[in-house]
C-alpha cells in the first residue's frame, strides 16, 4: 500500500508541476496581450470604492442573483471552488499519508462543517446548471435559449470537474470517517459520517480519493491552460479584475457613454492627427485595455443575449458573440501584435515590423497570427469581417446587456467605439444616417426643421411660456429643456403642452431657450459621429453656461421632458464642461404631486401599463416615479411582464430612430404585442422617442385588426393632466384636494 501511495503522490506532483508550468505561461501571455489596449487612466481609483464595490458584488453575487435559482447555485459553486482549494492543498499530504490532516484545523468543528456543507452544495450547485443548461439547450429551445452560440464542451467540462472535485471530497472524507482517521465531531460532519458507516475501512481508498481530488483539479488547469480563450473557466480569476475595473465603481456602464479616448486622454478633435490618434476602434488592439480584460472575462452565460431586443426579434446582433467574436479575434492577432506588427489602417500595408529584416521577423510569427492579423474588425462575409455591419449597426444601445452581465462588461461603449471609426474615418454607415447626420449640421436638429419655429409648440396654449430673453430671473427655478422631438414631433409636442401645463398650474417658475436651444446630440453620438456631438454639445453648453452665469451649481435646474435629452444633460455635458442639475419631468412632477402642489381629483378610470424608456430606466434608475403617477392619476395599472430593468426596448435608440428595420420583427411591434397583451386601453410612457415608436407599432396592429382602435400611447404626463385639469374647472389652480382626494390624492402622497 506504501509504494501504491508514493506513486500516486509522485503522480500527483507530476501532473500539478505541468499544470503550474502551464498556467503561469498562460497567465503572463494573457497579461502582455490585454497590456496591448489602449491605456486607460481612469480605472484606478479610489481603491476603497472600487474593492468594497467588488466585494459586494462577488459575495454578495448581487448581479447573478437577478436571476435567483441560478444565482444561487452559482453561488455555492463559486465558495465551493474557493473555501475547498484549502482541501486540495491538504490532499497532497493525504495521498502519501491517509492520516495527515493541519493540526488543529483538521478536526475543528466549524471548519469542518464548512467544508462539508460546500461539498454538499458544490455537487448539487454543479448538478443544477448543467441540468439548467440541458433543460435551455438550443436543441430544445433554438434561439430562444440563451445558450445559443456558447461554448457547450467547456462549459460542461467545467460543471464536471465541479461536481467531480465535491465528490472527490466527500468521498475521501467519508473514508477517513469510515477508517477512523476523522477526528472531528459528528455534527460538523454529518453526510460524511453517515457515508462512512457504511463504506469500509480502507486507508488506501483515503489516498485515491486524494489523488483523485487532486489529478481533477490539475488536469482542469492544464486544459484552461491550452484554452485561453475559455471565458467560462477563466472568468474564475478575471472576473474580480473587471468588476474592480469597471468604468464607474457605484454604477453600471450606463448613462453616458465613454468619451472618446486617443492615447489615454479624451480626444481634442482641433489637435487629433489621423496618422497618430486613434478614432474609436478600426483594429482591435484600438480597443483599451479593459476592453481585452471585457472580452477575455466573459462566461458566455448569455444573460446579455436573452434581453438584448435585436436578438430577441431575429436580428443578428448578440451582444454575447459580438464579445466572443472579439475575445478570439484578439487572442488569435495576440502574437502578431506581441512581436511589433501593426497594420496602416488607411492602405493596410504593415507599419509595423519594417526594415531590411522584416520578412525574417514575420516569418517568425505563427501563420494564424498573420492571417488574422488581415482581416477587418468590421466588415462582411465576402470581407471576412471580424464583426459584421449588420450586426454593428443592429444594436438600440438600450443598456440591458450590460444591465444584465454579471461580470460588468461594456458592450455599448465597445460598440459605440466600432461605430465611431466607421464613420469618422471609413465613413461607412447605414444610408439613412445621411440624413440625419445634414439635418443636425445644418439645422441643428435630426428632423430637418427651422429653428425658429422651436415655440410653434406653445401658440395653442391659453397662457404664455416664459421665454429666456438674457437674463434669468431670481424666481426661475428651472429651465424647461423641451428637445428637438417635443418643438418639432407633433406627437411629442402633446406631452411638451402638457407638461407645461402642469407646471403652470403648479405655479413653477420656469423658463425656455426657444429658438436658441439645440439637439443635444444624443443621435449623433450613438451613431458614432463624435465630432458632431462635441460640436452640438459645446454650442449648448456655451448657451447654458450663459444663462446660468450667475447661479451657483446647486440651482442650475433643468427639467426635461426626452429620456435621450434628460441623459446626454445629466450624464455626457460634464465631459464638456457643463454641470447641472437635471431631473426628469416624471420626477419633478411626482415630486409636485407629493408636495400636493399638483392634486389629481378625477380619477382616469381606464386601464393603464407603462413602458419603461430605457434612456430614463435602465440608464438613470429612474423607475418609480412614472409608474407613482400612473397611479396617482387614479388609473388602474397594468404591468408588462419585461418591465424595469428587463423592459423591451422600442428601437429607437441607438440613433435606430433614423434607420430602417430590414431583418426579424419590428422591436417596436415586438413590445407593442407585449403591450396589447395586458388588455389595457392606454399605454403610457415618459420619452417622445418611446412614444412615437409605439404609437406607429399600435397603428400597424390596428391596421391588421390585432388591436381596438380605442389602444392608446400617451405620455405620464398627459395621463396626470386629464385628471388635474378635469377636477380644476380650467380656473388654472391645483385645488385644495378635497374633492375625491381620499383615493386619489392620498395615494399619491403615500406613492412618493
Request: net charge negative.
Amino acid at each position: 500500500m506504501v509504494a501504491l501511495q508514493l506513486v500516486l503522490g509522485l503522480i500527483c506532483l507530476a501532473v500539478t508541476a505541468v499544470a503550474v508550468v502551464m498556467v503561469v505561461r498562460t497567465v503572463r501571455r494573457m497579461v502582455r496581450s490585454i497590456r496591448l489596449g489602449q491605456p486607460d487612466p481612469n480605472r484606478k481609483g479610489p481603491f476603497g470604492t472600487r474593492f468594497s464595490n467588488m466585494l459586494k458584488e462577488v459575495l454578495g453575487h448581487t448581479r447573478m442573483l437577478k436571476w435567483s435559482h441560478v444565482g444561487v447555485a452559482h453561488w455555492f459553486v463559486m465558495l465551493g471552488f474557493g473555501g475547498l482549494s484549502l482541501s486540495v492543498l491538504v490532499a497532497y499530504g493525504e495521498v502519501f499519508h491517509a492520516p495527515f490532516e493541519i493540526p488543529w484545523l483538521g478536526s475543528f468543528g466549524p471548519w469542518n462543517l464548512i467544508v462539508e456543507i460546500l461539498g454538499v452544495t458544490t455537487i448539487l450547485g454543479g448538478i443544477w446548471l448543467s441540468a439548467i443548461r440541458q433543460l435551455n439547450h438550443p436543441r430544445r429551445a433554438g434561439r430562444v435559449s440563451r445558450f445559443a452560440g456558447s461554448n457547450f464542451w467547456q462549459a460542461y467540462f467545467v460543471e464536471a470537474v465541479v461536481v467531480l472535485e465535491g465528490v472527490g471530497i466527500m468521498g475521501l472524507r467519508s473514508f477517513k470517517v469510515s477508517s477512523d482517521l476523522f477526528h472531528a465531531p459528528v455534527w460538523s460532519a454529518p453526510v460524511s459520517f453517515a457515508l462512512g458507516s457504511i463504506l469500509p475501512a480502507s486507508a488506501f481508498a483515503v489516498s485515491l480519493f486524494a489523488a483523485f481530488k487532486i489529478l481533477s483539479a490539475m488536469i482542469w488547469v492544464i486544459v484552461i491552460a491550452s484554452n485561453i480563450t475559455m471565458g467560462v473557466a477563466w472568468h474564475r480569476f478575471t472576473a474580480f479584475f473587471n468588476i474592480y475595473f469597471k468604468r464607474d465603481p457605484e454604477r453600471t456602464a450606463l448613462g453616458a457613454l465613454k468619451p472618446m479616448m486617443s492615447n489615454g486622454a479624451p480626444i481634442d478633435f482641433e489637435e487629433a492627427e489621423p496618422d497618430s490618434d486613434t478614432f474609436g476602434a478600426g483594429q482591435v488592439e484600438d480597443f483599451s485595455w479593459k476592453g481585452w480584460l471585457d472580452f477575455t472575462t466573459c462566461t458566455e452565460c448569455g444573460r446579455c443575449q436573452s434581453q438584448c431586443p435585436a436578438w430577441n426579434t431575429a436580428k443578428p446582433l448578440s451582444p454575447k458573440m459580438l464579445i466572443t467574436s472579439l475575445r478570439d479575434h484578439a487572442y488569435a492577432k495576440a502574437p502578431y501584435l506581441l512581436e511589433g506588427g501593426k497594420k496602416n489602417p488607411m492602405t493596410g500595408e504593415e507599419a509595423g515590423i519594417t526594415g531590411d529584416d522584416a520578412d525574417e521577423r514575420l516569418g517568425k510569427i505563427d501563420a494564424l497570427a498573420l492571417a488574422e492579423s488581415e482581416k477587418p474588425l468590421v466588415g462582411g462575409p465576402e470581407e471576412a469581417g471580424i464583426i459584421d455591419p449588420e450586426v454593428l449597426w443592429a444594436c438600440t444601445s438600450c443598456g440591458a446587456c450590460v444591465e444584465q452581465c454579471p461580470v460588468d462588461i461594456e458592450h455599448v461603449d465597445h460598440i459605440v467605439d466600432m461605430r465611431r471609426y466607421q464613420v469618422m474615418i471609413e465613413s461607412n454607415f447605414p444610408t439613412e444616417l445621411g440624413g440625419m447626420f445634414k439635418n443636425l449640421e445644418n439645422k441643428g436638429n435630426p428632423w430637418g426643421q427651422n429653428n425658429k419655429d422651436r415655440l410653434a409648440w406653445a401658440k395653442d396654449l391659453d397662457f404664455e411660456v416664459p421665454v429666456f430673453d438674457g437674463e434669468l430671473e431670481e424666481d426661475v427655478e428651472y429651465l424647461f429643456w423641451v428637445g428637438c422631438a417635443g418643438a418639432f414631433e407633433d406627437r411629442a409636442k402633446k406631452t411638451t403642452q402638457a407638461v407645461a401645463e402642469l407646471l403652470h398650474i403648479a405655479g413653477v417658475k420656469y423658463t425656455v431657450l426657444g429658438p436658441d436651444e439645440g439637439c443635444t446630440g444624443d443621435p449623433a453620438r450613438r451613431a458614432g459621429n463624435e465630432f458632431l456631438f462635441q460640436t452640438l454639445a459645446e454650442q449648448n453648453v456655451e448657451t447654458l453656461n450663459s444663462v446660468f452665469e450667475n447661479r451657483e451649481p446647486g440651482k442650475r435646474k433643468i427639467v426635461a421632458t426626452c429620456a435621450h435629452c434628460f441623459n446626454s444633460l445629466a450624464n455626457e455635458y460634464g465631459q464638456l464642461g457643463g454641470n447641472y442639475e437635471v431631473v426628469h419631468h416624471t420626477q419633478l412632477l411626482n415630486r409636485l404631486v407629493r408636495e400636493k402642489r399638483l392634486v389629481p381629483v378625477a380619477p382616469v378610470t381606464e386601464d393603464v401599463t407603462y413602458h419603461d424608456p430605457c434612456y430614463i430606466g435602465r440608464h438613470n434608475k429612474v423607475y418609480e416615479p412614472p409608474r407613482d403617477l400612473v397611479n396617482a392619476s387614479g388609473a388602474s395599472f397594468r404591468e408588462m411582464p419585461r418591465h424595469a430593468d428587463r423592459a423591451m426596448c422600442c428601437g429607437a435608440g441607438g440613433a435606430r430612430m433614423w434607420m430602417e428595420e430590414r431583418t426579424g420583427k419590428r422591436i417596436n411591434l415586438d413590445r407593442v404585442d407585449e403591450a396589447l397583451g395586458t388588455a389595457s386601453s392606454k399605454v403610457a410612457t415618459g420619452c417622445p422617442f418611446c412614444k412615437v415608436m409605439l404609437t406607429d407599432g399600435m397603428t400597424t396592429r390596428q391596421n391588421e385588426q390585432v388591436a381596438s382602435e380605442n389602444v392608446e400611447v400617451v405620455d405620464v404626463a398627459q395621463l396626470l393632466l386629464q385628471s388635474v385639469k378635469r377636477g380644476t374647472d380650467g380656473d388654472g389652480s391645483g385645488g385644495d384636494g378635497a374633492q375625491d382626494s381620499d383615493g386619489v390624492a392620498a395615494s399619491a402622497e403615500s406613492s412618493g
